[in-house]
């Protein structure tokens, strides 16, 4: 089992920019492929990217391919998700997830372990 714990949301302006950190303490951190979701107030929680155990694939939603960088440090049992030019539109509560299957897949069921989620906020 791993836990998950992220940080580093607040409040940014559009065009701003955020790092959100999630470490992982438990089993093996490289064991599991990493992902990282949002959630909107009243819609449903979508996926915003994954990155493979040892980093060598990524993998983005359309939405925020080309603004939006993950990556991992397996040393340090923690994945990173740094946003740049944000808008309104990316206002959510942002989730990192283990996917101990190591799936591949962009589906919020098939991740194992969750985060509590961090609050990323904004303005126009």
């Known amino acids: 089992q791993v836990h998950l714990v992220e940080s580093g949301g607040g409040l940014v302006q559009a065009g701003g920019s955020l790092r959100l950190s999630c470490a992982a303490s438990?089993?093996?951190?490289?064991?599991?492929?990493m992902g990282w979701f949002r959630q909107a107030s009243g819609k449903e929680r979508e996926f915003v990217g994954r990155?493979?155990?040892?980093?060598?694939?990524?993998y983005y939603a359309d939405s925020v391919k080309g603004r939006f960088t993950i990556s991992r440090d397996n040393a340090k049992n923690t994945v990173y998700l740094q946003m740049d030019s944000l808008k309104p539109e990316d206002t959510a509560v942002y989730y990192c997830?283990?996917?101990?299957?190591?799936?591949?897949?962009?589906?919020?069921?098939?991740?194992?372990?969750w985060g509590q989620g961090t609050q990323v906020t904004v303005s126009s």
């Open positions: 997830a283990a996917d101990r299957e190591n799936r591949g897949t962009n589906v919020v069921a098939a991740y194992d372990y």
């Open positions: 438990g089993r093996s951190f490289s064991d599991y492929t």
């Open positions: 990155i493979s155990r040892y980093g060598g694939s990524i």
